[in-house]
């Protein structure tokens, strides 16, 4: 079965960096999208990043120039760079692997690490 397991969260200092990494299992890692999601208190969960199995990157507006997003296809892994943190960024991060099943897609997720920025 589809596994994501992520890593890397933790607590740091506004303006400071975290790279969080999701390790894909249980389906054909190279050629699906995968991204990071975020959802704070009280808020609604939000795309942070994502890529494409062809390396095409889309970022929300208030992470670029901060985030990156990449991948290594020979270790199933996606990672987030998070530089220049904001108390704002302090969220639940989320792995998420968009999975071709033939006619279509299926999404899956991770268990979420907890992202906290102080200020």
């Known amino acids: 079965q589809v596994q994501l397991v992520e890593s890397g969260g933790g607590l740091v200092q506004s303006g400071g960096s975290l790279r969080l990494s999701c390790a894909g299992s249980?389906?054909?890692?190279?050629?699906?999208?995968m991204g990071w999601y975020r959802q704070a208190p009280g808020k609604e969960r939000e795309l942070v990043a994502r890529?494409?199995?062809?390396?095409?990157?889309y970022y929300v507006d208030s992470v670029k120039g901060r985030f990156t997003i990449s991948r290594d296809d020979a270790k199933s892994t996606v990672y987030l760079q998070m530089n220049s943190l904001k108390p704002e960024d302090t969220a639940v991060y989320s792995c998420?692997?968009?999975?071709?099943?033939?006619?279509?897609?299926?999404?899956?997720w991770g268990q979420g690490t907890q992202v906290t920025v102080s200020s």
């Open positions: 998420n692997a968009r999975v071709w099943k033939g006619m279509g897609t299926d999404d899956y």
């Open positions: 249980g389906f054909i890692f190279s050629i699906n999208t």
């Open positions: 890529i494409t199995a062809g390396g095409d990157i």
